[in-house]
């Protein structure tokens, strides 16, 4: 592609990697997913918004992708630039007592990990969530009775000008699986501030122990997936509903209910992403049929 040239050398100016056709599915948890054009590895604020500046201005298509554990990616992969929010800018550091800063590709369990060495508590439940903190906002990922919501102090992001704003929590638009972030998907978060409590490290160890040894008896982590596959239905509960639909272990290709927690769809070795959509729209039009519930997807369909 033309643009290939003007971006790599735009990655030499910033010190970024950049990888062409480079598979989706070593990018996502699901293991699914095609090749895009190009995968830049974003190591700064600044370089994010040079490369978006230069995307936006060349009429390029773009995505923003940490760790991919909520995405299902396309078999045709994506026809554009993929900016891989990850390794290269996973910043974390304490700002006080209390407070962790950290840049959007920081993962959850690094960020957990920190808090427990500093005896701060307050996201244990964030343990074992294999995501990014800027994915985490995004979505304000939660589990266990904690979300995100609970203890952000205040985040950066990118605005659809190429602005730097500060945004507080309440403006935020923060509620089950969804934020402000969501509904402007061209507002780029870049970093975050947590706002955690001080503890005992034993008993934020022994919480943390307890969720991980929940999440490892509970759910099928033996198999890839986008972790849990629908929104929990206002009254009732994914899982509890496929049960009822004798929806267990339904497979359509190398997609599977969970046979351990049927609120998964898991890659068994050999799905594709037209398998699990397939699948999905099986389960979700049996339980509507049986039960009069909706049921809607939680990760999102990167095509």
């Keep these: 592609m033309p643009y290939i040239d003007k971006l790599s050398a735009l990655c030499r100016e910033y010190e970024c990697e ?15 997913g095609g090749n895009c054009r ?5 190591n700064s604020a600044e370089s994010l918004l040079a490369f ?16 991919g554990s909520n995405i299902i990616a ?3 992969g994506f026809d554009g630039v993929i900016l ?44 074992g969530i294999p995501g990014t903190c800027g994915g985490a906002l995004f979505m304000n990922a939660g589990a266990y009775g904690g979300e995100v919501k609970d203890i952000i102090k205040s985040a950066h992001y990118i605005d659809s000008t190429g602005k730097i704003c500060e945004i507080q929590p309440e403006e935020m638009s923060l509620s089950y699986r969804h934020s402000l972030f969501a509904e402007h998907t061209d507002y780029v978060i870049t970093d975050m501030i947590f706002s955690l409590k001080k503890g005992e490290q034993s ?17 099928p982590l033996e198999f890839p997936s986008a972790g849990s596959t629908f929104k929990r239905p206002e009254g009732s509960y994914a899982s509890l509903l496929i049960e009822q639909c004798g929806l267990k272990g339904l497979s359509v290709g190398g997609a599977q209910v969970s046979t351990k927690h049927s609120g998964f769809v898991v890659n ?22 049986k039960t009069g519930f909706e049921l809607e997807l939680e990760p999102l369909l990167l095509k």
């Design 18 to 32: 950049i990888k062409t056709d480079e598979p989706l599915k070593n990018h996502t948890t699901f293991r699914i």
């Design 203 to 219: 008993d934020i160890k022994a919480k943390m122990d307890d969720l991980m040894e929940r999440r490892r008896t509970k759910q």
């Design 84 to 127: 891989k929010i990850g390794r290269d800018f996973s910043e974390i550091r304490l700002l006080n007592e209390t407070d962790i800063f950290c840049t959007a590709g920081a993962s959850l369990m690094d960020v957990c990990l920190f808090a427990l060495e500093n005896s701060l508590e307050g996201i244990e439940f964030a343990y």
């Design 268 to 289: 068994t070795g050999s799905a594709t992403c037209g398998d699990v959509l397939e699948l999905t729209e099986k389960v979700s039009r049996i339980v509507k049929e």
């Design 38 to 42: 190009a995968m830049v590895y974003v």
């Design 74 to 76: 396309a078999d045709e």
């Design 52 to 67: 978006l500046s230069f995307l936006k201005t060349e009429n390029i298509r773009y995505f923003v992708l940490g760790r």
